[in-house]
T-cell receptor, first 112, second 118 residues
């Protein structure tokens, strides 16, 4: 099974400063169809996860352009250019290339 | 707009059974695979089951294989999860996951809480 490893697990950030979360997979997430199925979810306190980015770098409708995804193969990154108070929560990466699909442990972003 | 509403969560004793449901709307349900994932209290997310658009394929991770059964009723736009031989480690919020678009997984509902405790 593919293991997804996120770092850091806790991320204190000053308002207005950038933030970066790493997600690494135990094998390449490049699918034979040419796509890489790596998704990022945001989970605000007390809420369900909300999809932010799919296929590595495609932002969902309504997601601020402060959020960006990048990477390939086994290494992926979610970046927030300027953290706002509304960004507090847990960020999960997820791979949908190999069954069983799997999530990272989650990274808790908090305001310093 | 894609919408799902999960229901059926409850407090049950170890070894008992429970059936969860997910009512879907806002998309052509019968054309898309569907899934269940879960999140134990204070923990990360775990995939629980998947089912093809026509119910012809079903997949489970080892943690629930043989105990959980996913099914769907395309005439009623409903997804179900039959959970048998429940264990304390099955305690979690269960979310219905849509796949509208190839591997475009999304969580749109509030989830339903299952607590397994004596």
């Amino acid at each position: 099974d593919v293991v997804m490893t996120q770092s850091p697990l806790s991320l204190p950030v000053t308002l207005g400063q950038p933030a970066s979360i790493s997600c690494r997979s135990s094998q390449s997430l490049a699918h034979s169809d040419g796509n890489t199925y790596l998704i990022w979810f945001q989970q605000r306190p007390g809420h369900s996860p909300r999809r932010l980015i799919y296929k590595v770098s495609n932002r969902d409708s309504g997601v601020p352009d402060r959020f960006s995804g990048s990477g390939s193969g086994t290494d992926f990154t979610l970046k927030i250019s300027r953290v706002e108070a509304d960004d507090v929560g847990v960020y999960h990466c997820m791979q949908g290339t190999y069954w069983p699909y799997s999530f990272g442990q989650g990274t808790k972003l908090e305001i310093k | 707009q894609v919408k799902v509403v999960e229901s059926g969560g409850d407090v049950v004793q170890p070894g008992r059974s429970l059936r969860l449901s997910c009512a879907a709307s806002g998309f052509t349900f019968s054309s898309h695979a569907m899934h269940w994932v879960r999140q134990a209290p204070g923990q990360g997310l775990e995939w629980v089951a998947q089912i093809a658009h026509d119910g012809g394929y079903k997949g489970y991770p080892d943690s629930v294989k043989g105990r959980f059964t996913i099914s769907r009723d395309n005439s009623r736009n409903t997804l179900s999860l039959q959970m048998n031989s429940l264990r304390s480690e099955d305690t979690a919020v269960y979310y219905c996951v849509t796949e509208v678009g190839a591997r475009a997984f999304d969580i749109r509902g509030q989830g339903t809480m299952v607590t397994v405790s004596s």
